[in-house]
């Protein structure tokens, strides 16, 4: 049997070095190296794209064995998935790595933001829908059960024309 | 607090003091009352793993039992997950502590309700040894660099290899594996760099050990060439300047620091 969860991880050493090039001009150089803890397999890269392959081929690895008992065409629909969140992944990551390596303060603040926007919006949209009603009266209650119960109606002469047309195919 | 002189003898005695003692870099062995407790005592692999589960958590406060099972047998029922846990925390129970009476509490293995910790004050283990030889080290090292120098000694000796080598594919060990790795890293480098005019065959020892953690450590190789040239031995530096190029081309695909060059060329230069 298959199984459904299945955990893997990583350790991603870097080390900057900062020099002067000949011409006088700060660099900066990230030696980086990377080990798949379940299998031990390590590569040392100082391009972050040679990570995300790295990255990349282990988890493919991982998802080929944990779906070689499926038919092939399920097979190759899990694999077309995760390859395209991977794509999206090499696309977006190296730069927000680089990103969070210059600035990781700002980065997490940033994400931070974000998840509070959404937050955010969602207890607006909600209390907005909530107070709505928090000061209904009588009358509006009345007006609500009158709507309600027109959709109903609609409902039910709506579904009446479908068994209509179902029973005309049969 | 010691003065800091007797901070290091503190930090050490603190071994012979406690009669539990734990060994965890480059192999695990567990002492009771100075007696190494053999593998056979531990009947089965779980409760080792268990031990040492405890052991990296250390630092963490109390783990709730459920947490616990799911980090270790996350892959197994969860009835055989209680099952593991309970065998293999009596097996610990009974490896280092046989004289505690049934139900009585555990003095190393603290639980409150469902949540367990390791009472780390009453163990000594070669890792958090290692961590105040460091800290101390480093807090010493531009007021007092020759007391920093001994600490970092000291710490260099206690790391005979890489964290609980046994589980090298566990996802748990390894993140406490790589921070002990960069912290003995910095301090042998600091200390070989330390050495160079004083004693240039440590340095030299010291920068090949730390090659052997990590063959593209760069200084390690720079050490290496400043220590030869002190020891007048110029073909050896200048092959370090060659093997540290090899292995950087190779692995990175990127020259040696300017650095590195200008000290290259210095040798050279030398008639």
């Given at each position: 049997m298959s199984k459904i969860e299945e955990t893997t991880s990583f350790v991603i050493r870097f080390t900057q070095k900062m020099f002067n090039d000949e011409n006088g001009e700060a660099q900066v150089q990230w030696r980086s190296h990377i080990r798949h803890i379940q299998s031990g397999k390590e590569q040392r890269f100082s391009d972050f794209s040679k990570a995300i392959e790295f990255i990349q081929s282990q988890l493919a690895e991982l998802t080929l064995q944990a779906m070689e008992d499926k038919p092939v065409e399920e097979q190759k629909g899990i694999l077309e998935k995760s390859f395209n969140i991977w794509k999206k992944v090499a696309l977006d990551y190296p730069k927000k790595m680089m990103e969070t390596i210059k600035d990781p303060k700002a980065q997490v603040e940033q994400i931070q933001n974000q998840v509070s926007q959404v937050g955010e919006v969602i207890s607006q949209s909600l209390e907005t829908e909530i107070n709505q009603w928090r000061a209904a009266s009588k009358a509006d209650i009345s007006q609500l059960l009158k709507a309600v119960n027109s959709i109903a109606a609609d409902m039910n002469v709506l579904k009446a024309k479908v068994d209509e047309i179902a029973k005309d195919k049969s | 607090?010691?003065?800091?002189?007797?901070?290091?003898?503190?930090?050490?005695?603190?071994?012979?003091?406690?009669?539990?003692?734990?060994?965890?870099?480059?192999?695990?062995?567990?002492?009771?009352?100075?007696?190494?407790?053999?593998?056979?005592?531990?009947?089965?692999?779980?409760?080792?793993?268990?031990?040492?589960?405890?052991?990296?958590?250390?630092?963490?406060?109390?783990?709730?039992?459920?947490?616990?099972?799911?980090?270790?047998?996350?892959?197994?029922?969860?009835?055989?997950?209680?099952?593991?846990?309970?065998?293999?925390?009596?097996?610990?129970?009974?490896?280092?502590?046989?004289?505690?009476?049934?139900?009585?509490?555990?003095?190393?293995?603290?639980?409150?309700?469902?949540t367990y910790r390791f009472n780390k004050e009453a163990i000594w283990i070669d890792i958090d040894c290692l961590d105040e030889l460091i800290t101390f080290g480093n807090q010493e090292l531009h007021q007092n660099p020759s007391l920093a120098a001994t600490a970092y000694q000291h710490a260099a000796e206690l790391y005979q290899g890489i964290y609980l080598p046994n589980r090298i594919y566990e996802d748990w060990a390894a993140e406490e594996r790589e921070r002990i790795q960069v912290l003995v890293l910095g301090a042998m480098m600091t200390l070989a760099k330390f050495k160079i005019k004083e004693n240039p065959m440590e340095s030299i020892r010291l920068a090949k050990r730390t090659l052997s953690i990590d063959a593209t450590w760069e200084d390690a190789y720079r050490i290496q060439m400043e220590a030869y040239m002190e020891e007048g031995n110029r073909p050896m530096a200048v092959r370090a300047y060659r093997q540290c190029q090899q292995i950087l081309q190779k692995e990175f695909e990127i020259d040696p620091l300017p650095e590195t060059k200008a000290l290259f060329k210095k040798i050279s230069e030398i008639e």
């Amino acid at each position: 049997m298959s199984k459904i969860e299945e955990t893997t991880s990583f350790v991603i050493r870097f080390t900057q070095k900062m020099f002067n090039d000949e011409n006088g001009e700060a660099q900066v150089q990230w030696r980086s190296h990377i080990r798949h803890i379940q299998s031990g397999k390590e590569q040392r890269f100082s391009d972050f794209s040679k990570a995300i392959e790295f990255i990349q081929s282990q988890l493919a690895e991982l998802t080929l064995q944990a779906m070689e008992d499926k038919p092939v065409e399920e097979q190759k629909g899990i694999l077309e998935k995760s390859f395209n969140i991977w794509k999206k992944v090499a696309l977006d990551y190296p730069k927000k790595m680089m990103e969070t390596i210059k600035d990781p303060k700002a980065q997490v603040e940033q994400i931070q933001n974000q998840v509070s926007q959404v937050g955010e919006v969602i207890s607006q949209s909600l209390e907005t829908e909530i107070n709505q009603w928090r000061a209904a009266s009588k009358a509006d209650i009345s007006q609500l059960l009158k709507a309600v119960n027109s959709i109903a109606a609609d409902m039910n002469v709506l579904k009446a024309k479908v068994d209509e047309i179902a029973k005309d195919k049969s | 607090m010691s003065l800091p002189e007797n901070h290091i003898e503190t930090i050490l005695k603190r071994k012979e003091e406690t009669p539990l003692k734990i060994d965890t870099l480059g192999y695990f062995q567990v002492m009771l009352q100075n007696q190494i407790i053999p593998d056979s005592q531990w009947k089965r692999d779980i409760a080792v793993q268990l031990f040492q589960f405890f052991i990296t958590i250390r630092n963490q406060r109390a783990l709730h039992k459920e947490q616990i099972i799911y980090q270790l047998w996350g892959d197994v029922s969860q009835e055989a997950g209680s099952r593991n846990f309970k065998a293999a925390l009596h097996n610990i129970l009974k490896v280092i502590e046989p004289d505690k009476p049934s139900r009585s509490p555990s003095q190393y293995i603290i639980r409150q309700g469902l949540t367990y910790r390791f009472n780390k004050e009453a163990i000594w283990i070669d890792i958090d040894c290692l961590d105040e030889l460091i800290t101390f080290g480093n807090q010493e090292l531009h007021q007092n660099p020759s007391l920093a120098a001994t600490a970092y000694q000291h710490a260099a000796e206690l790391y005979q290899g890489i964290y609980l080598p046994n589980r090298i594919y566990e996802d748990w060990a390894a993140e406490e594996r790589e921070r002990i790795q960069v912290l003995v890293l910095g301090a042998m480098m600091t200390l070989a760099k330390f050495k160079i005019k004083e004693n240039p065959m440590e340095s030299i020892r010291l920068a090949k050990r730390t090659l052997s953690i990590d063959a593209t450590w760069e200084d390690a190789y720079r050490i290496q060439m400043e220590a030869y040239m002190e020891e007048g031995n110029r073909p050896m530096a200048v092959r370090a300047y060659r093997q540290c190029q090899q292995i950087l081309q190779k692995e990175f695909e990127i020259d040696p620091l300017p650095e590195t060059k200008a000290l290259f060329k210095k040798i050279s230069e030398i008639e």
